[in-house]
């Protein structure tokens, strides 16, 4: 069975959303189709040759670091007032264009983070807790039915644009490697759902 192309619900983007920096609903749907169609690419080149897709073999974190790669680039590339943060592993992902010197910055709070994640309602974990507006996406992979070329294509169910605070955050204790990350806690959530961009009604939802 060849590929599936994924394509975004249109009926499901949320006409009352606040969108900062000049963002539409349009750069989050193209951005989505973007990867979609990246997916549909490569999955087909894959399944002519026998292989797996790249839904199945790829570990789940660096997928969420590729997604979160791949929707910075499409939105930065469609977006009116946002380019990629050029500063190597900097804060936030999107910045906007002009207010730091060569677009780079280590650590600053024009923009817009890019998260992504597999659980439902959004709730995921930064490596620190920041004043910033933080995009979170949901997505889906089949990776039970079978047989597996008949699995559906990565989706993504949910998409949020949240503004948090610092205070918006809970600390998770260190890990083994002396990490330490934070998570929105209950009310940081809460206001992260309040403004959501993109809901499928076909996937279950927390809030």
């Not at 979609?36 to 839904?55: A, C, I, Q, S």
């Not at 983070?113 to 004043?131: P, Q, S």
């Not at 995009?135 to 559906?152: L, M, T």
């Amino acid at each position: 069975m060849p590929a599936e192309r994924n394509r975004p619900k249109r009926d499901c983007f949320n006409p009352n959303a606040n969108l900062p920096f000049q963002l539409r609903l349009e750069d989050f749907e193209i951005a989505m189709q973007d990867v979609y169609d990246l997916f549909y690419d490569v999955n087909t080149g894959l399944l002519e040759k026998g292989l797996e897709r790249l839904d199945d073999f790829v570990r789940p974190a660096i997928m969420s670091g590729l997604l979160s790669d791949l929707l910075t680039a499409s939105i930065a590339k469609h977006s009116r007032a946002l380019t990629q943060n050029e500063y190597f592993n900097g804060h936030p992902d999107l910045l906007v264009k002009g207010i730091y010197p060569n677009d780079a910055v280590k650590a600053g709070s024009e923009g817009v983070e890019i998260k992504t994640t597999r659980k439902v309602g959004g709730a995921v974990d930064t490596h620190g807790a920041r004043n910033q507006w933080m995009a979170v996406f949901v997505y889906n992979i089949d990776i039970e039915s079978e047989p597996a070329r008949q699995r559906r294509p990565l989706s993504f169910s949910e998409v949020y644009l949240g503004q948090v605070t610092i205070e918006d955050f809970r600390r998770n204790p260190r890990g083994e490697l002396g990490t330490r990350t934070a998570t929105l806690h209950r009310e940081g959530i809460l206001k992260l759902r309040s403004n959501w961009i993109y809901k499928d009604p076909a996937t279950p939802s927390t809030t």
